[in-house]
């Protein structure tokens, strides 16, 4: 008799088991199927477009054309002058963003007076929508209604006030003045998080060692920072890489494509030569770009963390 119960307890203990083995993916399924929807199909679909001439008005012209949009992205000028200007603006703004947020994380991991105004103000261009960043900083670099020009012509750097928007060889530093000052807060709020995890104890420490604060900073500081550096670095460097916002709506890509970055010139081409084929091919290839720099990112990190 025992034997027959064990033997008739079989079945419903191995499919408790396996309900306990799946219940996980219960939860997370929605979450899963929502993604995939969301995310997966879109992408899946924009590379297929990548190989076809697909024309939004026009069905008729949807067609297979294999690697036709691709040859043509090669010898597309415009392609290669986005692509370089892509480089300038996303490390130009990254630079500034990261050196100045970590500066004022710093800052406010010290206690002084007003820290908490100091907080909400630097904070604050975070909070601004990105066109409303683009139109103001438009508007001050406007020597018509804006002070910028005339500044800079008073201290020498112009010869007379302006619209610097305009001019090829300066008109990329306007978006990126914008794309500093609002991307900021974000290495401030993160860096901030990381400094106020680092123990006191090790600074007085070093302290009670003799080191100066910039050795303070290096063997303490630093090491502490460094995995959340390279995520923030990795994450706002995609980020601003897709970005193209501020371009749209400052110069939208000029004068004479100066200023045209890929994601701007994906725009472009998607809806204005309503060329979702060629368009999805030049988002391709940016796609490309950017998972070989975060694979290149991810094993400079590796290679750290092994000598270390």
């Known amino acids: 008799m025992a034997t027959a119960v064990a033997i008739g307890s ?6 408790r088991a396996l309900s306990a083995l799946l219940e996980p993916y219960w939860y997370v399924g929605p979450a899963i199927v929502l993604i ?11 590379l297929s477009f990548a190989f076809q001439q697909a024309h939004i008005l026009d069905k008729t012209q949807l067609r297979w054309v294999g690697l036709a949009n691709f040859r043509t992205l090669l010898a597309d000028r415009v392609f290669w002058l986005a692509l370089g200007n892509t480089f300038y603006w996303t490390f130009g703004s ?14 406010l991991n010290r206690p002084f007076h007003g820290k908490r105004l100091v907080q909400a103000l630097v904070f604050l261009p975070w909070a601004v929508p990105t066109f409303l960043s683009g139109l ?18 008073g201290l020498g750097l112009l010869a007379e006030p302006y619209n610097i928007l305009g001019d090829p060889r300066l008109a990329m530093l306007g978006p990126i003045l914008a794309n500093v000052w609002f ?16 123990p006191n104890e090790l600074y007085e420490a070093a302290s009670i060692d003799g080191a100066s604060p910039w050795q303070q900073f290096v063997t303490v500081t630093l090491p502490f ?7 923030t670095v990795l994450l706002r460097t995609i980020w601003i890489s897709n970005f193209a916002d501020l371009i749209i709506v400052m110069t939208n890509g000029g004068p004479a494509n100066t200023t045209q970055i890929l994601p701007s010139y994906i725009f472009t081409v998607a809806y204005r030569k309503l060329d979702f084929g060629y368009a999805s091919a030049v988002s ?25």
């Open 225 to 231: 920072l460094a995995p959340m550096i390279a995520i």
């Open 10 to 15: 079989g079945p419903p203990r191995r499919s």
């Open 183 to 198: 991307g900021i807060p974000f290495f401030a709020i993160t860096l901030l998080a990381a400094l106020q995890s680092i």
């Open 136 to 153: 103001t900083f438009a508007w001050l670099l406007n020597p018509v209604v804006g002070p910028l020009p005339h500044w800079l012509h």
């Open 94 to 107: 990254l630079f500034f963003q990261f050196f100045l947020g970590l500066g004022l994380a710093m800052l």
């Open 36 to 46: 995939a929807l969301v995310m997966v199909l879109p992408l899946v679909v924009g």
């Open 284 to 308: 391709t290839a940016l796609l490309l770009l950017l998972l070989l720099y975060a694979a290149m990112l991810y094993q400079l990190r590796r290679n750290l963390r092994n000598t270390a």
